[in-house]
């Protein structure tokens, strides 16, 4: 089970951080999974925002580059995106997403709200 949290209503420039833990997850399990953040915004499709491997290695959005840093914390199974000088654009429902070969698990979804 993925657990989201960090979401909500922001003014553009401002900062938000998600973070998402798998819950019930064994901590080799997570270590070897690529945990990542996607979003969706209404009517649009479901697109990439950032993503890091178990040995640390990130990819990002090109929107996002340079504004938003994801990153995990094994310890605790949880993976979280740092996102700065946020944008109206960003708007959007951000989904925490892990990786366990050719098997996606999905969380619930936080809303993310950026407001002009």
């Known amino acids: 089970q993925l657990v989201e949290s960090g979401g909500g209503l922001v003014q553009a420039g401002r900062s938000l951080r998600l973070s998402c833990r798998a819950s019930?997850?064994?901590?080799?399990?997570?270590?070897?999974?690529?945990m990542g953040w996607y979003r969706q915004a209404p009517g649009a499709e479901r697109e990439l925002v950032a993503s890091?491997?178990?040995?640390?290695?990130?990819n990002y959005g090109d929107s996002v580059q340079g504004r938003f840093t994801i990153s995990s914390d094994n310890a605790r199974k949880t993976v979280y995106l740092q996102m700065n000088n946020l944008k109206p654009d960003d708007t959007a429902v951000y989904y925490c997403?892990?990786?366990?070969?050719?098997?996606?698990?999905w969380g619930q979804g936080t809303q993310v709200t950026v407001s002009s």
């Open positions: 890091i491997t178990g040995s640390g290695m990130t």
């Open positions: 997403n892990r990786k366990q070969g050719s098997v996606d698990y």
């Open positions: 019930g997850t064994i901590l080799s399990v997570f270590r070897a999974s690529t």
